[in-house]
């Protein structure tokens, strides 16, 4: 089993940047697949960015591509989420999630575990 917190939400003004962070338990951290979703208030959570195992392997939602770079240290159990030139739109909460596919997973249904969420709010 993997417990994940995520840390690094606040307010920024838009423009600004944040690096958020998802430290995971567990001594198997680098054989899940980890990914960064967002649920805004009244939509549904909707993905943003993924990473493969070795952390060769990257994907983004087309709304953050460019400005969003996700990253792993598997020797920290830990994934993040840079995120540059910020809007008021991403404004949300952010949960990271781990999986076990081993293919691009961008659906809620490949992850198996989630954190708590991290709010993030941009200001105009």
């Known amino acids: 089993q993997v417990q994940l917190v995520e840390s690094g939400g606040g307010l920024v003004q838009a423009g600004g940047s944040l690096r958020l962070s998802c430290a995971a338990s567990?001594?198997?951290?680098?054989?899940?697949?980890m990914g960064w979703f967002r649920q805004a208030p009244g939509k549904e959570r909707e993905f943003v960015a993924t990473?493969?195992?070795?952390?060769?392997?990257?994907y983004y939602a087309d709304s953050v591509k460019g400005r969003f770079t996700i990253s792993r240290d598997n020797a920290k159990n830990t994934v993040y989420l840079l995120m540059n030139s910020l809007k008021p739109e991403d404004t949300a909460v952010y949960y990271c999630?781990?999986?076990?596919?081993?293919?691009?997973?961008?659906?809620?249904?490949?992850?198996?575990?989630w954190g708590q969420g991290t709010q993030v709010t941009v200001s105009s």
């Open positions: 999630a781990a999986g076990t596919s081993l293919l691009i997973a961008t659906s809620e249904s490949s992850y198996r575990y």
């Open positions: 567990g001594r198997t951290f680098s054989s899940y697949t």
């Open positions: 990473i493969n195992r070795s952390g060769g392997t990257v």
